[in-house]
T-cell receptor, first 113, second 115 residues
Framework: EAQVTQNPRYLITVTGKKLTVTCSQN?????MSWYRQDPGLGLRQIYY???????DKGDVPEGYKVSRKEKRNFPLILESPSPNQTSLYFC????????????FGEGSRLTVL | AQTVTQSQPEMSVQEAETVTLSCTYD???????LFWYKQPPSRQMILVIR??????QNATENRFSVNFQKAAKSFSLKISDSQLGDAAMYFC????????????FGAGTTVTVRA
């Protein structure tokens, strides 16, 4: 089954404790991205990757890091989480070409105390 | 970043009735794509319908249809014969037609379906 898998689905952590949200897709998509969803703001792009070893900032990259060492994996790293990073996070991958279809993971609810 | 505006935070509809969700966007491009995504309480993001800007014909998917007004930069979603399973948050999204894979999303509209 074609899917994007994120882990963990839920996480409560404390300020400053480094954490990683993993993302893996099995569709051989070159493009992957991370979004955060906040009430009243919709989904905003954090980082994206056009291919292995190619990553770039989205609209809200501050406080986040990513890496793309393999085509299938695109982890999101919060080096020193802060309460304003409490949010719902989505990983997504997209088919090539236009208009393309964005496949989303199931979301990761992160709470930073 | 492109601006996508959904002016209705919440909408309520009676079961079997029709509801229309509004979406406007700001762009200087002529080639782009528009999408509506549904997010039920499960949080899963589900593609409902998409429209290519170069197509004049409005897209339709079963009970879901759009009214695409390119000059007005408007892209509304109509849900006909509303069902309880349609209750969800709906997001409008824009994608440039250039080699840019990013989607810009609106703030979302929560649809409640009354039995």
């Amino acid at each position: 089954e074609a899917q994007v898998t994120q882990n963990p689905r839920y996480l409560i952590t404390v300020t400053g404790k480094k954490l990683t949200v993993t993302c893996s897709q099995n569709m051989n998509h070159e493009y992957m991205s991370w979004y955060r969803q906040d009430p009243g703001l919709g989904l905003r792009q954090i980082y994206y990757s056009m291919n292995v070893e190619v990553t770039d900032k989205g609209d809200v990259p501050e406080g986040y890091k990513v890496s793309r060492k393999e085509k299938r994996n695109f982890p999101l790293i919060l080096e020193s989480p802060s309460p304003n990073q409490t949010s719902l996070y989505f990983c997504a991958s997209m088919t090539s070409g236009s208009p393309g279809e964005l496949f989303f993971g199931e979301g990761s609810r992160l709470t930073v105390l | 970043a492109q601006t996508v505006t959904q002016s209705q935070p919440e909408m309520s509809v009676q079961e079997a009735e029709t509801v229309t969700l509004s979406c406007t966007y700001d762009t200087s491009e002529s080639d782009y794509y528009l999408f509506w995504y549904k997010q039920p309480p499960s949080r899963q993001m589900i593609l409902v319908i998409r429209q290519e800007a170069y197509k004049q014909q409005n897209a339709t998917e079963n009970r879901f249809s759009v009214n695409f007004q390119k000059a007005a930069k408007s892209f509304s979603l109509k849900i006909s014969d509303s069902q309880l399973g349609d209750a969800a948050m709906y997001f409008c999204a824009y994608r440039s037609g250039s080699n840019d894979y990013k989607l810009s999303f609106g703030a979302g509209t929560t649809v409640t379906v009354r039995a």
